[in-house]
Nanobody, 125 residues
Framework: QVQLVESGGGLAQPGGSLRLSCLAS?????????IGWFRQAPGGEREGVAC?????????YYKESVKGRFTVSRDDAKNTAYLHLDNLKPEDTGVYFC????????????????WGQGTQVVVSA
């Protein structure tokens, strides 16, 4: 069973930054999986914000509204993926989830097999 644990969420001011981490459980090689980051605002649907390929970490995709502000990366030696959030806006508020899949890559939540429990991000002055 793949276990993913997110961390790094919290309260940030508009224009601020956060770094989210997604740690895969011991015994699991994260390099077998593409990683997606998703978020869910209160009362909203889960939406994909960024993803990174397992085969080529330079292959990444972003939701249009976060391009230039969010950066997805991975360190397979540490079994960890990251999402750097810069220039945060109030509309970035939500619970952020990481997800892993051995076959697919994209921003559609239905493509991912394994999910973490999420970490809360609140952007407010």
């Amino acid at each position: 069973q793949v276990q993913l644990v997110e961390s790094g969420g919290g309260l940030a001011q508009p224009g601020g930054s956060l770094r989210l981490s997604c740690l895969a459980s011991s015994g699991l090689s994260l390099d077998f999986f593409s990683i997606g980051w998703f978020r869910q605002a209160p009362g909203g649907e889960r939406e994909g914000v960024a993803c990174i390929s397992r085969k080529d970490p330079s292959t990444t995709y972003y939701k249009e509204s976060v391009k230039g502000r969010f950066t997805v990366s991975r360190d397979d030696a540490k079994n960890t993926a990251y999402l750097h959030l810069d220039n945060l806006k109030p509309e970035d508020t939500g619970v952020y989830f990481c997800a892993a899949d051995p076959r697919r890559l994209g921003l559609s939540a239905q493509w991912y097999e394994y999910w973490g429990q999420g970490t809360q991000v609140v952007v407010s002055a």
